[in-house]
């Protein structure tokens, strides 16, 4: 019933910047904490940062102060602004949020879109 929609990954050069964003759509009826995941090849899915439906935010030290999530509820649409790349900031990113619809409240993920940082 629930999809996410992730679009912005790409390739950039270290230092560099990216947004990604992901929108959600179908029968919802509230959407608590989005986030972003990312994965890379042979390492564990690891959080890289969440927005509560407060405005709280939530970030792995190693991206803050060059991520910054945001939310626009009205768009049921989180971003992930990327600035200062690094190398090590290569992975698949997944878009994330528990979402109540008419019927459950579960957990949803995007497919994934990947961001490749260069030397």
């Known amino acids: 019933q629930v999809q996410l929609v992730e679009s912005g990954g790409g390739l950039v050069q270290a230092g560099g910047s990216l947004r990604l964003s992901c929108a959600a759509s179908?029968?919802?009826?509230?959407?608590?904490?989005m986030g972003w995941y990312r994965q890379a090849p042979g390492k564990e899915r690891e959080l890289v940062a969440s927005s509560g439906s407060g405005g709280s935010t939530n970030y792995r030290d190693s991206v803050k102060g060059r991520f910054t999530i945001s939310r626009d509820n009205a768009k049921n649409t989180v971003y992930l602004q990327m600035n200062s790349l690094k190398p090590e900031d290569t992975a698949v990113y997944y878009c994330n949020a528990d979402i109540s619809t008419p019927f459950q409240l579960r957990t949803y993920w995007g497919q994934g879109t990947q961001v490749t940082v260069s030397s």
């Open positions: 179908g029968s919802i009826v509230m959407i608590h904490v």
